[in-house]
Every structure is written in structure tokens, then in C-alpha cells.
């Protein structure tokens, strides 16, 4: 995502939620919120309470009541090509679809299972409820 809108990676663009909600057509990409804390999970053995939550720590509660469309993560590649240039690792980490959040929550002093839940909760009711850009009209947008 840096390389595709020109950001140096891992940069901060002071671009906040509030800046985003403000926007005129935002756009989320969203993942199952199991498959954020299991891509993490081998990160929250090196680096406790960092990258660990910044990765799998729950966001949509910010969302709520926001208009927006949505990006399916497991379709992104579709939006956003992978470069050859410097990128992320992938993180095709897909839970079990019998899982359930106890079999991923790390304890941590960010969020709670019960925050994970509702994250799960969060998630599939966007994913049911939310319209997805297509993928053209994405690419008329951003390039």
C-alpha cells in the first residue's frame, strides 16, 4: 500500500481516522479480525505490546456509524498489485472457519477477548451490510 499511493514504508502520514471520515469516498480495507491476530501471532512472541497490537488490535468500533465501502482483503491484489519493489512479507493467514476467538486471543494490556469479539462482530456485519467499490472504479480513483 506505501508503494502503490508513493509513501516511504512504515511512515507515518499523520493521517488520522478523522481525517478519513471527512473524506468525501472513503474506502476500507477490511480482514477477518482472526486473521489479523493469527498473521501476528508470531510477533507477539518477539515484540509483546508493539507490533503485535498495532497489527491485530481491534479498530472497526471507529467505524460504526460511518459511510464507507469496502475492499475484501482477500481480494486486494485485485486493487493493489504486489510490486517487485520493497513490500511486506504476505500474510495469507487464513483461520479455520470452525475457530473461534479463544483459539487466537494473546492477553495483552490493549484490548480484551471481549473487545475481539465484538471486532468479529463488527467485521461481519460490514461484510454483509457495506458495498464493495469495484474494482475499475478504484483504479479510476487512485491512479
Not at 477477518?32 to 479498530?59: A, E, Q
Not at 479463544?102 to 473487545?115: R, W
Amino acid at each position: 500500500m506505501y508503494h502503490y499511493f508513493g509513501i516511504a514504508p512504515y511512515t507515518s502520514t499523520e493521517y488520522t481516522i478523522d481525517n478519513w471520515k471527512e473524506h468525501h469516498n472513503p474506502v476500507v480495507v477490511l480482514r477477518n479480525p482472526l486473521d489479523r491476530v493469527k498473521s501476528s501471532l508470531p510477533l507477539s512472541k518477539s515484540f509483546p505490546n508493539t507490533i503485535y497490537i498495532l497489527h491485530s488490535r481491534p479498530y472497526m468500533h471507529n467505524l460504526l456509524g460511518c459511510n464507507f465501502r469496502i475492499i475484501d482483503f482477500y481480494d486486494l491484489e485485485q486493487y493493489i498489485p504486489r510490486s517487485k519493489l520493497s513490500q511486506s512479507p504476505r500474510t495469507n493467514t487464513r483461520i479455520d472457519d470452525t475457530a473461534v476467538v479463544e483459539d487466537v486471543h494473546v492477553p495483552n494490556d490493549v484490548y480484551s477477548l471481549e473487545d475481539l469479539r465484538e471486532e468479529l462482530k463488527i467485521y461481519n456485519e460490514f461484510m454483509r451490510t457495506k458495498e464493495r467499490i469495484s474494482v475499475q472504479e478504484w483504479k479510476d480513483l487512485t491512479e
